[in-house]
């Protein structure tokens, strides 16, 4: 069974950077692409990346560009996303998952979801 | 980017009474190399992560229940709930996944009436 398991909540003021784990367990980490998506309060869903655990490889959202880091341990089947420069509007929850099908960025299993608020 | 834009926002519906969604694309998400077109739908349930119901426009996941099914095609497309079930409540998304970035709908909000 595919599990990602996220990490925990986190504050920040604005202006700093966070990091948000995934940790993957029951498929091979290294063939599954991996995305990040964000759900501001109340809101819709906005894809922010996407990362391959075998090589590393990221591409991101045009919005995001600049800000996001996309990293990978394949040692723990870890991948990481760290967003910087942090404004209010980033307050979100924010969703690792696993594309379904290689190539198509639909997803079939997600993370729990990690809260990160922003906010002096 | 393709703009999606989902209708209604929200929807009550009676117990075993049939739920109508819609989900326009600004531009077609059909890939005309395999006739597919690049449309999932997903039920996302408060405090949870979205689940996948339905792909390629009308293809339902495993273990989703036959009242869900899926239609449309090219920008249109539809999510319907042939008899809806008291855990059926929650949040729908359309998105498309034939052009990055991929795109979701803003959801629609279906309550019992």
């Known amino acids: 069974q595919v599990q990602l398991v996220q990490s925990g909540a986190e504050v920040k003021k604005p202006g700093a950077s966070v990091k948000v784990s995934c940790r993957a367990s029951?498929?091979?980490?290294?063939?599954?692409?991996l995305h990040w998506v964000r759900q501001a309060p109340g809101q819709g869903l906005e894809w922010m990346g996407i990362i391959s655990p075998k090589s590393g490889s990221t591409s991101y959202a045009h919005k995001l560009q600049g800000r996001v880091i996309l990293t990978r341990d394949p040692s723990t089947s870890t991948v990481y996303m760290e967003l910087s420069s942090l404004r209010s509007e980033d307050t979100a929850v924010y969703f690792c998952a696993r594309e379904a099908v290689r190539g198509l960025y639909y997803f079939d299993y997600w993370g729990q979801g990690t809260l990160v608020t922003v906010s002096s | 980017d393709i703009v999606m834009n989902q209708s209604p926002d929200s929807l009550a519906v009676s117990l075993g009474e049939r739920a109508t969604i819609n989900c326009k694309s600004s531009q077609s998400v059909l890939n005309r190399s395999n006739n597919k077109d690049y449309l999932v739908w997903y039920q996302q349930k408060p405090g949870q992560p979205p689940k996948v119901l339905i792909h390629?426009?009308?293809t339902r996941e495993s273990g989703v229940p036959d009242r869900f099914s899926g239609g449309g095609s090219g920008t249109d497309f539809t999510l319907t709930i042939s008899s809806l079930q008291a855990e059926d409540v929650a949040v729908y998304y359309c998105?498309?996944?034939?052009?990055?970035?991929?795109?979701f709908g803003q959801g629609t909000k279906v309550e019992i009436k």
């Open positions: 998105q498309q996944y034939y052009v990055t970035p991929c795109t």
């Open positions: 029951g498929h091979t980490f290294s063939t599954d692409h």
């Open positions: 390629s426009a009308s």
